[in-house]
């Protein structure tokens, strides 16, 4: 077995200005988006009362990854970064304002709040290739992980606020303020982008060379075995754990209990800032990624049979602790597997692996679920997570593509 790499410290690359500036304003970023993800996961499952309709709501955020997620790495390596992030970001923006108009103007049909939702997804689609790759090559190559864990923790503090402050706006004033307060957050983003975009000089492409990029995204892709087997693994550990998410609004049908255990998957997720390095420097990190599997594998299959609220709870920060594992050992290795030239493209394909299986599992687990029910399929989906771990633990160590 390969020894683990020297460990970096977490706060390492904040030490780089741009790098710094951009995560603070993502983090403010990610707040709104996570309250906005309450507000329409629990607005849907509310009006509709279907277990198919709820789970729609990730397969209308992660679809537009499956669609748009080879021409968008293509774009990230040919335009000018800056410029595609302040577009896309604008335009998710702008979805966000037309969710909240919507809900101050008192309707709010379910087709509406997930076509809005699938807008959403598009422009995060166009803007995480960009932004992997921006994140990745303002750091050097040896604290690539160490962001990569700081973008989940800010996705994650967000993720343990976010719900929480969601609970509370939604039950006194409805969804309206969660989605202004999404389109608001955006405002620093756009700033940072705006001033980015001025600092750098455009690169110069031709059409033609943005065609090529979308073919050459899979041919550079699939001509690395590890790669290739990198992005199997992602798609079906994002199939497989898709059920949580898609789910849980419906297995507690209160709005309170359903924000603290979204929070608490953020605390486990903060919690594991502190607990992967200890762990990185003990173990490879394909292990890393089947211990993960592991947990998180046997928190889907007791979630529904847990008899207590603090039981759950505990489940659930050790869930959150998991998934931080699983998603910063797949992404670190995916932004380490190729230079700078090609990284958004790359990246892209990662990025269009995992969507597919978030996709499909989201849409699965709901099938599942209204036929079965809630419990029985978040069972099945734990056990399916525990069977991954296995597969991982015993497979050739596919993490190191460097």
Same mark, same amino acid.
């Given at each position: 077995?390969?020894?683990?790499?020297?460990?970096?410290?977490?706060?390492?690359?904040?030490?780089?200005?741009?790098?710094?500036?951009?995560?603070?304003?993502?983090?403010?970023?990610?707040?709104?988006?996570?309250?906005?993800?309450?507000?329409?996961?629990?607005?849907?499952?509310?009006?509709?009362?279907?277990?198919?309709?709820?789970?729609?709501?990730?397969?209308?955020?992660?679809?537009?990854?499956?669609?748009?997620?080879?021409?968008?790495?293509?774009?990230?390596?040919?335009?000018?970064?800056?410029?595609?992030?302040?577009?896309?970001?604008?335009?998710?923006?702008?979805?966000?304002?037309?969710?909240?108009?919507?809900?101050?103007?008192?309707?709010?049909?379910?087709?509406?709040?997930?076509?809005?939702?699938?807008?959403?997804?598009?422009?995060?689609?166009?803007?995480?290739?960009?932004?992997?790759?921006?994140?990745?090559?303002?750091?050097?190559?040896?604290?690539?992980?160490?962001?990569?864990?700081?973008?989940?923790?800010?996705?994650?503090?967000?993720?343990?606020?976010?719900?929480?402050?969601?609970?509370?706006?939604?039950?006194?004033?409805?969804?309206?303020?969660?989605?202004?307060?999404?389109?608001?957050?955006?405002?620093?983003?756009?700033?940072?982008?705006?001033?980015?975009?001025?600092?750098?000089?455009?690169?110069?492409?031709?059409?033609?060379?943005?065609?090529?990029?979308?073919?050459?995204?899979?041919?550079?892709?699939?001509?690395?075995?590890?790669?290739?087997?990198?992005?199997?693994?992602?798609?079906?550990?994002?199939?497989?754990?898709?059920?949580?998410?898609?789910?849980?609004?419906?297995?507690?049908?209160?709005?309170?209990?359903?924000?603290?255990?979204?929070?608490?998957?953020? &605390?486990?997720? !903060? %919690? /594991? @800032?502190?607990?992967?390095? #200890?762990?990185?420097?003990? *173990? +490879?990190?394909?292990?890393? $990624? =089947?211990?993960?599997?592991?947990?998180?594998?046997?928190?889907?299959?007791?979630?529904?049979?847990?008899?207590?609220?603090?039981?759950?709870?505990?489940?659930?920060?050790?869930?959150?602790?998991?998934?931080?594992?699983?998603?910063?050992?797949?992404?670190?290795?995916?932004?380490?597997?190729?230079?700078?030239?090609?990284?958004?493209?790359?990246?892209?394909?990662?990025?269009?692996?995992?969507?597919?299986?978030?996709?499909?599992?989201?849409? &699965?687990?709901? !099938? %599942? /679920? @209204?036929?079965?029910?809630? #419990?029985?399929?978040?069972? *099945? +989906?734990?056990?399916?997570? $525990? =069977?991954?771990?296995?597969?991982?633990?015993?497979?050739?160590?596919?993490?190191?593509?460097?």
């Amino acid at each position: 077995m390969q020894s683990p790499p020297d460990a970096v410290s977490i706060f390492q690359p904040l030490r780089h200005a741009r790098f710094r500036q951009l995560w603070l304003a993502n983090l403010l970023s990610n707040l709104g988006s996570r309250m906005q993800a309450f507000a329409a996961a629990w607005q849907i499952a509310s009006l509709s009362h279907s277990p198919q309709l709820t789970a729609l709501v990730q397969t209308a955020t992660w679809a537009p990854m499956l669609l748009f997620a080879l021409p968008a790495g293509a774009l990230a390596d040919t335009l000018h970064r800056p410029t595609l992030l302040f577009r896309t970001n604008a335009v998710m923006a702008l979805a966000a304002v037309a969710m909240a108009l919507l809900s101050y103007g008192g309707s709010q049909p379910v087709p509406a709040l997930l076509l809005l939702t699938f807008a959403m997804g598009a422009g995060l689609a166009f803007t995480m290739p960009a932004w992997q790759a921006s994140m990745s090559s303002l750091v050097p190559p040896q604290e690539v992980e160490a962001a990569a864990t700081l973008n989940n923790l800010s996705y994650n503090l967000a993720a343990l606020a976010g719900p929480a402050l969601g609970a509370v706006l939604f039950q006194l004033a409805g969804a309206g303020p969660l989605y202004l307060f999404n389109a608001l957050s955006f405002s620093a983003l756009l700033w940072i982008y705006r001033q980015w975009r001025s600092a750098e000089p455009p690169r110069a492409t031709t059409p033609a060379a943005r065609r090529h990029s979308v073919g050459s995204a899979l041919r550079i892709s699939c001509a690395s075995p590890r790669y290739r087997s990198l992005l199997l693994h992602g798609m079906g550990i994002f199939f497989v754990s898709a059920a949580f998410a898609a789910l849980l609004p419906l297995l507690h049908r209160d709005a309170g209990t359903y924000g603290s255990l979204m929070g608490a998957l953020g &605390a486990g997720a !903060v %919690l /594991a @800032a502190v607990v992967l390095p #200890v762990v990185r420097r003990h *173990a +490879a990190r394909r292990m890393v $990624l =089947a211990g993960g599997l592991a947990v998180y594998g046997a928190m889907l299959a007791t979630i529904g049979l847990a008899a207590s609220q603090p039981l759950r709870l505990l489940l659930v920060v050790m869930g959150g602790v998991a998934w931080s594992a699983i998603v910063t050992t797949l992404n670190g290795a995916a932004q380490k597997a190729f230079p700078d030239a090609v990284r958004a493209r790359t990246l892209s394909v990662h990025i269009l692996a995992i969507a597919a299986g978030q996709t499909a599992g989201s849409a &699965a687990w709901g !099938v %599942l /679920a @209204a036929h079965y029910g809630i #419990v029985p399929a978040l069972t *099945a +989906a734990g056990m399916a997570t $525990l =069977a991954c771990a296995g597969l991982v633990a015993s497979s050739k160590d596919f993490l190191e593509t460097t």
